[in-house]
């Protein structure tokens, strides 16, 4: 059974979010075994100067590769990465899978990005849109796009 983690800055605050990704969770234990990492936000003051921000993601990028598993395919969420549709998505998966990888690591970043170098290291720096989403939200969407992947992976139906 592939792996599945969810390597992010945060923990889900809000109850509706908690509630939604623990539904993905355990619809997608089906398919994969699924592991959430959490890794600590750094506080941050109201206004932040670029070089505030730097060490920030700097200091966020340090907590995430805590999680990082040697060998695993790194997918990074970036606004300008490359966008698939859910079954180019879907393909791009199970290519990864099938190309002897059994784990997948999926990095989504703070509330003011992604440390660079991370996206950097990345295997696929993928993008959900240009538009900005919570980053609280953007995990419920990628569990379930990842959702919506194995179900295409499996020819089972999916809302189009």
Do not use: W
């Amino acid at each position: 059974m592939p792996h599945i983690d969810i390597i992010a800055v945060g923990r889900l605050r809000e109850p509706f979010y908690r509630d939604a990704a623990a539904e993905y969770e355990k619809r997608l234990g089906r398919y994969a075994r699924i592991h959430i990492c959490e890794a600590e936000e750094v506080r941050k003051p109201d206004s932040v100067s670029e070089t505030q921000r730097r060490q920030i993601l700097a200091k966020e990028a340090e907590r995430l590769r805590k999680y990082y598993k040697d060998g695993a395919y790194r997918i990074v969420l970036a606004i300008d990465g490359q966008s698939l549709d859910s079954v180019a998505f879907s393909e791009k998966m199970q290519s990864v899978l099938l190309g002897g990888n059994d784990t997948i690591q999926f990095v989504i970043g703070g509330a003011i990005g992604l440390d660079e170098t991370l996206t950097r290291e990345a295997d696929l720096r993928l993008s959900f849109s240009k538009m900005t989403f919570p980053h609280q939200l953007m995990r419920v969407i990628l569990l379930e796009q990842v959702y919506r992947a194995f179900r295409i992976m499996q020819n089972e139906p999916y809302h189009k």
